[in-house]
């Protein structure tokens, strides 16, 4: 079988760490091209400075990864989708509910396959953990995501202007994961978000939530970009048959009861290609909100609190 000829529009941070090199390997895609403000260019693939430049010059193009920030998703989305192209979103999917909503009318409409990717959904621990509180139950989780933005975002100001999420560009992979395991749905009930006094969208956020889970669990998250040393992405658990679980490594580990039980390779990005060839080949979408909705509550009801500027 031959492999589908993708494009890859966005050469930041994460199409360089994740998707060009996971591209590189796949055994479904092939990478003929490349999109670039910048200009920069891969693997002596064509490069061009516009997708309608791309789609002109290389017309065999089936699907495209997006991977700009989330304030232009939409607009390069639509355009593809016009173009005849199967589309993948990075996270978020786009900067508001409605530009998500929007895209899935659209290829609806035009026959075109929609998936929004949720990498950190997509390990091994995250289904262990979906099925244990399946079985046990739920008493508590509390989500601690916490990392040093001028690692992870060096010099990128744009996660700081409106659009951008903040603290929520990691956090919100936390709340994939979040939705993805609970036994019920979830609600914002209050938030906290400190902003920088001189940036348009936060730096630390804590979240209280409310449920339709039996037994009204306490459900919590702290996102602080202000981490120093080590990154902690986890999850503190205590099941409805009083075990104490720990979700960690981004969700690539699990412990249960202080004994790790699964721990994979973190092959996130790998995994999203498989399940897109999978979604090609059954010509269907999987277009998932519910983190982006959980984001957009919060920023909705959420109390602002102001802390000292922030500078690279």
Partial sequence: MSKRRIAIIGLGKIAQDQHLPVVGKSADFELVAVTSQRGLGH???????TPAEMY????????????????VRHAI???????GKDVMLEK????????????????????????????SQF???????????????????RIEWREDVRKWHPGQDWVFEPGGFGVFDPGINALS???????????VESAELTYPANRQTPIAARLAFKSDIAGAPAL?????????????????????????????????????????V???????????????????????????????????????????????????
């Fill in 43 to 49: 693997g002596g693939v064509p490069s061009f400075r």
């Fill in 220 to 260: 919590s998250a702290d996102f602080d970009w202000r981490e120093q040393g080590d990154e902690k992405w986890h999850m503190m658990i205590e099941t409805g048959d009083g075990r104490s679980a720990r979700l960690f490594k981004g969700g690539a580990a699990l412990s249960i009861d202080g004994k790790t």
């Fill in 92 to 119: 978020p999917p786009a900067a508001t509910l409605t530009e998500i909503d929007d895209l899935k009318r659209r290829a609806a409409a035009a026959g075109r396959v929609l998936f929004a990717t949720w990498h």
């Fill in 262 to 312: 699964i721990e994979a390779p973190s092959e996130e990005y790998e995994r999203i290609y498989v399940r897109f060839a999978e979604l090609l080949a059954e010509r269907r979408s999987e277009v998932e909100s519910a983190p982006l909705t959980l984001v957009a509550d919060a920023m909705m009801i959420g109390k602002r609190l102001t802390t000292d500027p922030f500078a690279w």
């Fill in 77 to 83: 989305a639509v355009e593809a989708i016009a173009a």
């Fill in 123 to 141: 390990n091994p621990a995250v289904d262990e953990a979906r099925a244990l509180l399946a079985a046990a139950g739920l008493k508590s989780l």
């Fill in 56 to 71: 002109a010059a290389v017309p065999g193009i089936e699907a495209v990864a997006i991977c700009t920030p989330p304030e």
């Fill in 177 to 187: 994961i979040f939705v993805r395991i609970l036994p019920g749905t979830a609600f």
